[in-house]
């Protein structure tokens, strides 16, 4: 079936925080969006922003966005795979395929650290005659999804090929134009300082795409690791608030306070203070929405 960019819109984070609301019974939701999630709900910002009367009513309240770029002006060790040849090669691996399979992703991803995603386990396993070390990030990395043709293609030309996004009207969904400069409100941004797939200074860049009251927060660690810091692992963090007065992210580095520990205690009292007050948790699902299956689920477990 033919899948648009703007169906993961509308069945994606729209729908989600529609159930979710349905079933706890809260009036907003903070989103979080990480990475490719991260355009996505900076799209639907700014297309709920876009709405006039009851259409502008959302179900977001403070969204917080995880190494994700709006502006693809530069992304980094990426652009060697996004020229106009090889998004060409890709269009015509998915015309007859009808997708991009997860593998050639997954692929591309490892050749952008081939020390640590390759040469580590050839020589390990290959040479040495080992097993290759259990390393939970690894095994995240192994998890490839497959990407619907149409979507997948509106997605690169429109990001890395053409960068509309950062044109105000370039893109529309369902007639609304996308205009990222009507996105208000406070939000909180993550960018970490070794990021090969996002660079934190693109990400950086919402500051001033954006008229959001944003607490940008520059943490230690690449593009998994610098996220995923609990207190035992945490790499350090810069952070401010409204980084749009800056004019650019060098400038704001310079005049950003320094921390240590994580920077998930800073997000939490961010949220904290943009957040109800705290309630026992609700029960899993409702009579609309019951539960599929024990948590961890059957997908988990599938090869």
Not at 53 to 67: H, I, R, S, V, Y
Not at 123 to 152: C, E, V
Not at 238 to 248: A, F, N
Request: hydrophobic share 35%; aromatic share 12%; proline share 6%.
């Amino acid at each position: 079936a033919e899948i648009k960019f703007e169906d993961y819109m509308t069945l994606g984070p729209m729908r989600a925080a529609d159930v979710a609301r349905q079933i706890t019974g809260a009036d907003k939701v903070n989103p979080v969006g990480y990475c490719i999630g991260g355009t996505l709900l900076g799209i639907t910002l700014a297309y709920l922003a876009a709405g006039e009367g009851d259409e502008k009513e959302d179900a977001f309240n403070a969204p917080t966005f995880l190494t994700a770029m709006l502006d693809f002006s530069d992304v980094g060790d990426q652009a060697v795979f996004v020229d106009e040849p090889r998004v060409e090669f890709m269009e015509l691996t998915m015309q007859e395929l009808g997708y991009l399979p997860g593998q050639q992703l997954a692929n591309m991803f490892n050749l952008l650290q081939p020390t640590q995603l390759i040469w580590t386990n050839v020589i390990t396993n290959y040479l040495m005659g080992q097993k290759p070390p259990a390393f939970d990030m690894l095994y995240w990395n192994s998890d490839s999804t497959s990407l619907p043709r149409d979507a997948h293609m509106w997605y690169l030309r429109n990001t890395y090929v053409e960068n509309n996004l950062k044109e105000p009207g370039k893109v529309e969904f369902n007639g609304r134009p996308i205009d990222l400069g009507k996105i208000t409100g406070d939000i909180y941004s993550v960018g970490t300082r070794r990021d090969h797939i996002a660079p934190w200074k693109s990400g950086w860049a919402m500051c001033k795409l954006t008229n959001a009251n944003i607490r940008y927060t520059l943490a230690g660690g690449g593009h998994i690791a610098g996220v995923v810091s609990p207190p035992d692992k945490a790499r350090g963090y810069w952070t401010s608030d409204d980084c749009g007065r800056y004019e650019s992210p060098d400038e704001w580095l310079e005049n950003a306070e320094e921390h240590e520990g994580t920077w998930w205690e800073d997000w939490t009292g961010w949220l904290d203070s943009r957040s109800g007050e705290q309630v026992e948790a609700p029960g899993v699902g409702s009579d609309e929405y019951p539960p599929i299956e024990d948590a961890p689920g059957t997908y988990v477990k599938r090869n």
